[in-house]
């Protein structure tokens, strides 16, 4: 699928860049970053026709175009996990290939400007490279594994808790502050230390050197936590979409009138209308509200 997508887009001299590929040596990655940086930012409209242009007529130069313009944003994005030990090259590579499947996905009519929804791609596919360039989470990790392995070391520092061989009490208060399993903590930690390098291992020679896995960025919301809350609204969006369009027509309209527009209508502006009483127009909406949501509720849950 991936190499199907790295095909989508035409490769000649000028549009290169636009390849999930990545960079070999700091000069390259310098040469890289310069020549993105001189691609014009597209406008709103301008973003709007290119991207109608491809999901309609699969035009190959406005999907370039498109995204061609938001390489940059792959880069901003790289930048903030250039300190989980995967070249920055790599990352930037992996998040192009985001910034393509994004362009494979979206549809430019839902009203969502386009670097709003690449980014949750983008940073899908850098997550996935960090956790794939780690051995120890190569194999059956789950999202709780996921994110102790990217948070263990500030739970720790939060806690005061100094030891890397935590006892069952210290255990306890990291999977509390996680919100995970205590036996998740205890296996990521156990695979963590038995990594051949270890984070724990101090940066310099002398004892009072910090370790690595300290030293990591973490003033940001964890990567886990972003990811997953992208891809629960992305879910949301999905059930509302398909819930809404099983309602009756004359039902849709209301809730939609009434709960889904800015502003909403009145309840006399759809008694009109619909040449009905203005209760009448609330009970239909109070209705087909309750059915939506009982709908959406039974299948996320199910």
Do not use: C
Not at 5 to 22: E, F
Not at 107 to 128: H, L, N, V
Not at 220 to 228: F, H, L, M, Q
């Amino acid at each position: 699928m991936k190499k199907q997508i790295k095909n989508t887009l035409p490769a000649n001299p000028n549009t290169s860049i636009v390849a999930a590929r990545g960079v070999s040596d700091e000069n390259g990655l310098a040469q890289y970053i310069q020549t993105i940086q001189k691609i014009p930012i597209l406008t709103a409209e301008q973003e709007y026709e290119y991207a109608t242009q491809w999901v309609k007529n699969q035009d190959n130069v406005a999907a370039e175009k498109l995204v061609a313009s938001h390489l940059r944003l792959v880069v901003s994005v790289a930048y903030d996990f250039k300190n989980y030990g995967v070249p920055l090259g790599e990352l930037i590579a992996s998040g192009n290939m985001g910034l393509m499947q994004a362009l494979q996905k979206f549809d430019p009519e839902k009203g969502f400007r386009f670097s709003t929804y690449a980014m949750f791609w983008i940073k899908a596919e850098i997550y996935e490279t960090i956790l794939n360039n780690w051995s120890i989470v190569k194999i059956g990790t789950s999202a709780n594994q996921k994110r102790v392995f990217f948070n263990l070391a500030r739970a720790k520092r939060a806690l005061g808790i100094m030891d890397n061989n935590m006892s069952d009490d210290q255990t306890r208060q990291v999977a509390e502050y996680l919100s995970v399993p205590e036996s998740e903590v205890k296996r990521m930690a156990t695979r963590i230390s038995a990594r051949d390098v270890s984070l724990n291992a101090p940066m310099k020679s002398d004892e009072e050197s910090t370790d690595i896995l300290s030293n990591m960025s973490d003033g940001r919301e964890s990567i886990a936590d972003t990811v997953e809350k992208m891809e629960t609204r992305r879910r949301g969006y999905e059930l509302l979409k398909k819930h809404l369009a099983a309602l009756p027509e004359r039902d849709r309209e209301i809730l939609r009138a009434r709960r889904l527009t800015e502003p909403a209508l009145t309840l006399e502006a759809l008694a009109q209308k619909y040449n009905i009483s203005r209760e009448r127009v609330r009970q239909i909406e109070e209705r087909a509200y309750a059915k939506l949501r009982d709908a959406i509720l039974k299948e996320s849950q199910g």
